[in-house]
């Protein structure tokens, strides 16, 4: 009975003992959040605090636009400092010695509101952002990133070989701007197609590569697996179910967009060429073809709000006044 009295109180303790996740909303409303939850957790808010130190750890997290995945990402995060928190604690007196505040921010305040500006009593200056490709370039603009030129030089001596040799190389420029490396690429994003098995074998055509015989050792399997081939499977399983639906797509917020520029830089079309001018523009009867034969068809599957709507498409190509990257609208 001593036992389990003991027991108890051990784990009362050590629930009281982790730091409390405060969520906070606009119209000025605060609840805990996950409490006493280490897994299993979706409670989400606007922004959250944990700790009561009195060092600031301040963390901008993207996506707060509607749809709260930038909320869901910011519960991870609060998690995630908790334990930071706790293990940071003063061994003398057991009280937090860091404050975390979690910040869901939008796209745009990722990409532009200054930060650390000394002469701005209002100015944050985040302890870690959550960045994406595109706001990191956006960053480096303004002067907020260092390069790391000094640091893979050092690598290089120490290590007698290139730091970058490790990079895949899907990512190899993604954070090489003006000819400086200004970042290292931990993680890669990618994206996943899934086919049908069933409905290959069915209408007996082939797997799409590796599995599909596309290819031989004299000629590689891109040459004849490519959007054109995409399309075709597309339109034959459209023909035979033509009740059900021959393509779908899943993702948030622009992955739409990213799979539109997926397929226009196969076709070998930058965004913003070398002249840092714009490509699409510049490669316009180019880009109008691709919008025919491949994103229609592909996106017309799903309805007709999916695919860019051919007279605003129409007239930003045919637009014939040069328009400057930093001109481009802003999200």
Known sequence: ??????????IAQTSADIPIIYGHFKNGTTIEICHNKEVGCTDVAESYTVGEGSEEFLIWTPFGEPGRAGEHVGNILARAL???????R????????????????SWSDMAYTPICKEDDPNSE???????????????YKLGDIKVLDSYFDKYLSDMHEP??????????????????????????????LYFNRTTF????????????????????????????????????????FPNNTAFSFTGQYDEEMKLFHMIIRNYFI??????????????????????????????SQLGDDWYPNNKETLAFLNNDKYIAPEELPKM
């Open 1 to 10: 009975m001593l036992y389990l009295l003991i027991l108890f109180l051990l």
């Open 82 to 88: 908790r334990n930071i928190i706790y293990e940071t």
């Open 90 to 105: 003063d061994k003398n007196t057991n009280k937090d010695t860091i404050k975390g505040r979690i910040v869901v921010k």
């Open 125 to 139: 200056c985040p302890t870690i952002m959550i960045l994406g490709t595109t706001q990191f370039a956006y960053r």
């Open 163 to 192: 730091l970058t040799d490790s990079f895949l190389k899907q990512v190899y420029y993604d954070y090489n701007i003006d000819s400086h490396f200004v970042a290292v690429p931990l993680v890669l994003d990618i994206r996943l």
């Open 201 to 240: 074998d069915r209408m007996n055509l082939p797997y799409p590569p590796p599995y599909g015989n596309w290819g031989d050792y004299s000629e590689p399997y891109y040459n004849k697996w490519n959007w054109d081939s995409f399309v075709n499977c597309i339109n034959k399983i459209k023909q035979q």
């Open 270 to 299: 930058e965004t913003i060429d070398e002249n840092k001018t714009c490509g699409y523009l510049n490669n316009k009867d180019a880009v109008l073809k691709i919008i025919e034969n491949i994103i229609k068809p592909i996106f």
